[in-house]
């Protein structure tokens, strides 16, 4: 991996168009003089005065009980030590954005210049009334024991350090279930824990909590082993000096040990010391970017395991985002006036419950997992999996309420659960999804207009994400040309030259040559047309060379789509192919179709286009609702379209009784529930708005797909090429790298789905025979 490339790609994100990666929107109309006069003056003295007489209605007329307070001083950045409160501010936004997707709570980042603990907590205390909660970050040791501890005390609101105890909560979940797995009590083992930082501590005091011994229990610092004849050691690092005198090393400690957490530094345990550890050992090496002992290293040392780390690229990590968001979510909905003891266990607890429940099949999808199950390699929850906002949450609100801390009740838990889910925010949630699933099983793509920067700087992206592995058509001294001035690094990527390779092109020659030469290609043309890369491409695809196929940034549709249909042809059934985008909204993905091939079907390429589209999207493990779209409602009006649109949707209803689509309608009908069920309660699509439309000519779909997205600020992932037997996708004329890096994912994962479509169809046919 280029480091100058990539630290110039975190400067470009953080800095182009608007600075920074958070910013304030309204959440009530702002469009009128009336508006403005509620919003502001006079209207506004209204909540200002109910306040005044209550000073609790301040959750009732402000943002106070969604908005928490991320504050640091920047004394222990993410590894980068004190870099000062500046410095700091990326990183808190970043915590901001994290609280918001996975749980939509509203954050102010707050970076304040004071290093000693009266100034840090009178600063904090003095905003009390601003915020519902406040989450600290990158506070150095010990001052954030004493700081975490005084506002505790002297503030109603919930706080919680998380450097602290996010990891804590999260290991001790995994801590749990390991040792259920591994038949291990959790007062009876023997722990070492390598490192006394802030999160050590927490982790040291959660294990501790959850029933594990002290006196099973020691720890070293960078110095060596705590003990109680050391000089240097706080109070807080004092409780963990151990008595035992048969150990003074590390390798000392781990002889017999059952649990190693590591919370210090890459590379400090040697596979001699897991070999030396107690049957069934588990392994916890947490530090970050390297962990303690290899992941690869460790599991080849020891069979019997049990191994997580900090890490997204191995099973079991150990991540805080499992923890803080839904701990927030839960103390603010019942107005807790503290995060205690009680809470952080439920959490503990909740985790660790819901790693044994069947995972649910959009998680197994989104990691590309046939059978994710509580075991070994599955020892808490994964990130994406949406029930982590209900389970948690809930339990922590549970928590608070029992404890005595809540000054809120909930009495309707299965409304409140209702609530959550739909605090999930979906408009960027399918394409980590995707990306997700694509990580799991990357495929070979190849670029068929590698003499392109954009192109190559999205084959550097995906190579270096582990989402395909690249193979780039062109020039070979132009392509390394562009990678050097551009100082991209594709490593030993593989650059192939259509015109040179005479091996492969006599065989893709042949074989286009005796599939078209009964449509008036000759030899000669049939080898002139193969050293054109998109043809080339398109072969390789074809004789398993590659998986998926990329073009059409320099080039028009057709001339991309044609080789494509020629060389590999449609899916089996399927009459024609079609185009679909997928748009981002706010309110979740919608499915446009078709935006670019079809010019102005038939009744019957409607039919064809909306079976097409109905599969494609049930493979983003999204179920279909789909509307045909027309400027009429169920006969309102006669014409062409009208007719056309209703016709289709009367044989998809006799055909597909199972598909849910409704039409002819006009698309306000079909994305507003409201509005359909007042006008049309007998509509299939009742209840739920549609989110796969159906337009009536390709005109009508491409103006309304980039009116969306230049107007109403969709993310158009597309064109997502639908019906061929191999995946083939074509980019829009001047993608941005972006886009690009979007259709690879889009690729990948339909590679994979196709490549689970033939060894289904591979072993039926086995099982006939």
């Known amino acids: ?71 640091s001083n920047g004394t222990a950045v993410l590894g980068l030590g004190n870099i000062g409160p500046e410095a700091s501010k990326p990183v808190m936004e970043g915590k901001g954005l994290l609280f918001k997707i996975y749980a939509d709570i509203d954050v102010f980042d707050l970076e304040v210049n004071a290093k000693s603990v009266d100034e840090f907590v009178n600063i904090v205390k003095a905003l009390e009334p601003t915020f519902g909660g406040v989450n600290l ?15 505790k005390a002297e503030m109603k609101i919930p706080v919680m350090h998380d450097d602290q105890h996010g990891t804590a909560i999260i290991s001790g979940a995994a801590l749990m279930n390991a040792c259920e797995i591994q038949g291990k009590k959790l007062d009876r083992i023997k722990m070492v824990v390598n490192g006394a930082g802030a999160a050590a501590v927490s982790c040291s005091r959660m294990y501790l909590s959850l029933g594990v011994k002290k006196e099973n229990l020691v720890m070293f610092d960078i110095n060596g082993l705590l003990t109680p004849s050391r000089t240097d050691l706080d109070d807080i690092r004092m409780e963990f000096a151990t ?74 990590q150990v991540n805080n985002v499992l923890g803080f968001p839904y701990i927030f979510r839960g103390a603010l909905d019942v107005r807790a006036t503290a995060i205690n003891e009680e809470m952080k266990i439920a959490a503990v607890k909740a985790i660790a419950e819901m790693a044994k429940k069947p995972v649910p099949e959009a998680v197994n999808l989104a990691y590309n997992i046939t059978n994710l199950k509580f075991g070994r390699d599955y020892i808490i929850p994964k990130p994406m999996d949406q029930r982590l906002i209900v389970e948690v949450s809930a339990a ?69 994400e582990c989402i395909a592995t690249p193979i780039l058509l062109g020039n070979v001294e132009k392509i390394k040309q562009i990678i050097s001035d551009n100082d991209l690094d594709l490593g030993d990527v593989q650059i192939i030259d259509p015109r040179e390779d005479s091996e492969r092109l006599q065989e893709f020659t042949e074989y286009y040559f005796k599939k078209r030469q009964r449509r008036g290609v000759t030899f000669f043309e049939a080898k002139k047309l193969m050293s054109d890369r998109n043809y080339y491409g398109a072969s390789m695809v074809q004789f398993g060379e ?33 185009g679909m985008y997928m748009m981002i909204t706010q309110k979740g993905p919608v499915f446009f179709g078709d935006t670019t091939v079809n010019v102005n079907p038939t009744v019957q390429e409607l039919v064809d286009i909306t079976v097409l589209m109905e599969h494609s999207v049930c493979q983003f493990n999204i179920k279909p609702r789909i509307a045909v779209l027309s400027y009429s409602n169920f006969g309102s009006n006669e014409g062409d379209i009208p007719e056309k649109t209703r016709e289709t949707v009367r044989i998809l209803h006799e055909k597909y009784p199972d598909m849910v689509v409704d039409g002819e309608m006009q698309a306000n009908f079909a994305l507003n529930t409201r509005l359909l069920a007042d006008n049309f309660a007998f509509s299939t699509l009742n209840g739920k708005p549609a989110n796969t439309l159906i337009f009536p000519t390709l005109e009508a779909g491409n103006i309304a797909y980039k009116l969306l997205q230049e107007v109403g600020g969709a993310e158009a992932v597309g064109p997502i090429l639908l019906g061929l037997k ?44």
């Open 1 to 71: 991996m280029n480091k100058t490339n990539r630290k110039q790609d975190a400067l470009n994100y953080h800095s182009k168009g608007r600075p920074g990666k958070i910013q304030v929107v309204p959440t009530k109309p702002t469009n009128s003089q009336r508006d403005l006069t509620l919003a502001y003056s006079p209207g506004v003295a209204e909540p200002c005065l109910r306040i005044a007489d209550n000073v609790e209605d301040v959750y009732k007329y402000t943002a106070k009980g969604n908005l928490v307070a991320v504050i």
């Open 396 to 464: 922590v609100a549970k928590a608070a309420i029992e404890s005595g801390v809540a000054r809120k009740t909930i009495t309707d838990w299965d409304a409140y659960n209702e609530e959550l889910l739909s605090r999930l925010g979906h408009n960027d949630k399918l394409l980590r999804d995707i990306t997700n699933k694509a990580k799991q099983d990357p495929k070979r793509v190849v670029f068929a207009e590698a003499d392109n920067y954009k192109i190559l700087r999205a084959a550097q992206i995906v190579k270096e």
């Open 546 to 578: 590659a998986d998926a196929l990329i073009s059409g940034l320099t080039k028009n549709y057709v001339p991309t789509i044609k080789p494509a249909l020629q060389i590999i042809g449609t899916q089996e059934g399927v009459n024609r192919v079609a």
């Open 137 to 151: 970050e990158d506070i150095s040791a010990p001052t954030c024991f004493e700081i975490e501890r005084r506002l």
């Open 243 to 316: 008595q035992r005198k048969d150990i003074t090393t590390l390798a000392d400690a781990m002889k017999g040990a059952d649990v190693f957490v590591g919370l210090s530094a890459g590379n400090v345990v040697t596979p001699a010391m897991l070999v030396s550890m107690a049957k069934n050992p588990i392994v916890f090496a947490m530090a970050n970017p390297e962990p303690e002992i290899a992941y690869d290293i460790a599991i080849k040392s020891r069979k019997d395991i049990i191994m997580a780390t900090g890490r997204s690229d191995f099973p079991n």
């Open 726 to 769: 191999k995946p083939v996708h074509v980019l829009q004329l001047g993608s941005s790298v972006r886009e690009i890096v979007n259709m690879v994912t889009i690729a990948v994962v339909d590679a994979q789905e196709k490549s689970r479509e033939e060894a289904i169809a591979a072993s039926k046919s086995r099982k006939k025979k």
